[in-house]
């Protein structure tokens, strides 16, 4: 073999070298852009859920808001138990969370007769002044 065939061939030699290692950057550029993709496929989808977490949260700030009008009106609509001629019943001032639970229960299930019942149970009021209450409460006829 002659010099020029030697030195053919280191080059050679070397060209494939470098094609192999050029080739090798190339897989990694390839996964690299299909990771940067599907990194931001997921950072789309995490705005998403961050965009309908603020709407749940506002939605939720509304529903707080109007539960604190709600109380407001109960508070102004209860008569004042200093000068009510209407006796609390005293058993079920310190009663269970159960029966607070089975109140909230009744009213957000829209039984209006049996909320009304448990209000004139637990409050010792009349059947108008406990229909008055809801009515106060939800600004309209209950």
């Not at 007769?113 to 209000?119: D, F, L, P, R, Y």
């Not at 010792?124 to 229909?131: D, I, Q, R, S, V």
């Amino acid at each position: 073999m002659s010099n020029e065939s030697i030195a053919i061939n280191v080059l050679l030699d070397r060209l494939v070298s470098e094609l192999a290692a050029h080739q090798r950057e190339c897989d990694v550029s390839d996964k690299l852009r299909a990771e940067l993709y599907t990194t931001q496929e997921y950072i789309g989808t995490l705005m998403t859920q961050i965009a309908d977490l603020k709407q749940d949260l506002a939605s939720s700030n509304n529903e707080v808001v109007n539960l604190r009008e709600k109380i407001a009106r109960l508070k102004g609509a209860l008569p004042d138990a200093t000068h009510s001629s209407t006796p609390v019943n005293q058993e079920y001032i310190h009663s269970s969370p159960a029966n607070v639970s089975a109140l909230i229960e009744a009213v957000k299930s829209g039984r209006k007769i049996e909320s009304i019942k448990m209000v004139r149970t637990i409050t010792g009021m009349g059947l108008k002044e406990a229909k008055d209450l809801f009515e106060a409460a939800y600004g309209e006829p209950f």
